[in-house]
């Protein structure tokens, strides 16, 4: 039986009902039942899944939960909107998990090819390094991301021999944090990552899909999902930032 309904914990059961959702998800855009066509069709839709689980999570009378889309906070630097929050509550006290969303495909919606790849695995990393941020200001108590494409590149490389693949996507990719500094699309990156993460994509139909939380450095990495063909050795720490040696852009 699912988590989402076996966790005795109240904020277990909420966290597990965001995978249960990604879960049902994945699967309806992966057989055509959920057509995605961009980011903010992919927020839409998976929001809907969600907040059809969430009431199955309350098991109790003092617990309640909500979804809000694009939510404004303030980030001291600036304002900021969270894809989906998710609100909490019961009597052991007050829950909220940030969800930001990353969707790649190969044709845009407006009917042209799609490049930018660098960009894309840029602002996954990025998306990492806000829901830190999130988390560290007190803004939500977890973070999650959420990660969907249909460019076999991003998760089967035949080689990474571009500076893109600093901001690595791969299968079974780990890092336990650190400094990105290599620029991207001409412009200067200043991405600092605090926890450790591992890239364990599933495939359903032409889509590969992602979940990703932070871990602090010192836990064992989770399993490797054993649906992709083919599988990368998990690297140690690595050197992610400008004192680099050179590389050749991406191709």
């Known amino acids: 039986m699912h988590a989402f ?3 005795t914990s109240f904020d277990s059961r909420l966290r597990s009902t965001i995978s249960a959702a990604w ?3 994945a699967r309806k855009v992966g057989s055509t039942l959920i057509p995605i066509n961009k980011e903010a069709s992919m927020q839409l839709q998976y929001a809907f899944v969600l907040k059809q689980l969430l009431p199955m999570a309350l098991q ?3 617990e309640r939960a909500e979804i809000e889309l694009e939510p404004g906070v303030n980030m001291g630097t600036g304002s900021n909107n969270i894809d989906i929050l998710v609100h909490g509550a019961s009597a052991s006290g007050e829950t909220k998990i940030a969800i930001e969303m990353k969707c790649y495909r190969k044709i ?3 009917g042209r090819t799609r490049g930018a790849h660098d960009i894309f695995m840029k602002d996954v990393y990025e998306d990492l390094h806000v829901l830190e941020q999130y988390v560290a200001q007190g803004v939500a108590s977890r973070g999650v991301a959420l990660v969907m494409n249909d460019l076999e590149r991003f998760v089967n490389p035949k080689a990474k021999d571009g500076k893109c693949w600093t901001y690595d996507t791969s299968h079974g990719h780990t890092f336990q944090g650190g400094h990105f500094t290599v620029p991207v699309g001409g412009k200067d990156v200043n991405i600092q990552l605090a926890r ?3 890239f364990n994509w599933e495939k359903f139909g032409q889509f590969w899909f992602c979940e990703l939380e932070g871990r602090c450095p010192q836990e064992l990495p ?3 999902m054993p649906s992709v063909e083919r599988r990368y050795p998990i690297p140690g720490i690595g050197n992610y930032g400008g004192i680099a040696a050179p590389v050749q852009e991406a191709s």
């Open 5 to 7: 309904i076996t966790d």
């Open 23 to 25: 879960a049902v998800f």
């Open 60 to 62: 109790h009378p003092d």
């Open 108 to 110: 845009a919606a407006s």
């Open 196 to 198: 450790s993460y591992t």
């Open 222 to 224: 989770r399993p490797h």
